[in-house]
């Protein structure tokens, strides 16, 4: 059966958030192992320090990492949603304050949106649009 044009989409969407949060994942779990590797300058935090720190932002990409079909299941939407919907409200406020900073705003737009809050919407719109497909 060939795929239409909305399917197609959707799955470059998903991809993209996977990627996202697979990047996500392993700098995070780099930043376990060498607390301080992003880090410029001293004091660079401890392995417990970095793993608690780590510890939000490992959820969350597993969360991305998986399906939205196995996500949209159940009582494990609304755990999904909340994971999803706090990580759109941390990547969109941790990104306004690098916008703002970048002299041409739209480069600093340019450059932070599609890395940041863009898969973050996308991972919320996917799970909340594959909930529809089920429930109809």
Same mark, same amino acid.
């Given at each position: ?5 909305? !399917?197609?989409?959707?799955?470059? &969407? ?10 996500? &994942?392993?700098?995070?779990? =780099?930043? /376990? =192992?060498?607390?301080?590797?992003? #880090? ?18 490992? /959820?969350?990409? =597993? ?6 079909? /196995? ?14 919907? =706090? ?13 703002? #900073? ?12 599609? &890395? ?16 529809? !497909?089920?429930?109809?």
């Amino acid at each position: 059966m060939r795929k239409n044009w909305f !399917q197609k989409l959707e799955f470059i &969407f998903r991809v993209y958030v996977v990627i996202f949060g697979i990047l996500l &994942f392993v700098t995070h779990t =780099i930043g /376990i =192992i060498i607390p301080g590797f992003a #880090k410029s300058e001293p004091p660079f935090p401890t392995r417990i320090d970095a793993f608690f720190h780590s510890l939000p932002f490992l /959820i969350y990409a =597993i969360f991305l990492i998986f399906s939205a079909k /196995i996500l949209s299941r159940g009582n494990l939407f609304y755990l999904s949603l909340c994971v999803f919907g =706090i990580g759109v409200c941390y990547w969109l406020y941790s990104s306004i304050p690098i916008i703002m #900073k970048a002299s041409p705003k739209i480069i600093g737009a340019l450059i932070v949106l599609p &890395f940041y809050v863009i898969p973050a919407f996308l991972a919320l719109l996917l799970l909340i649009m594959r909930r529809k !497909q089920g429930a109809v």
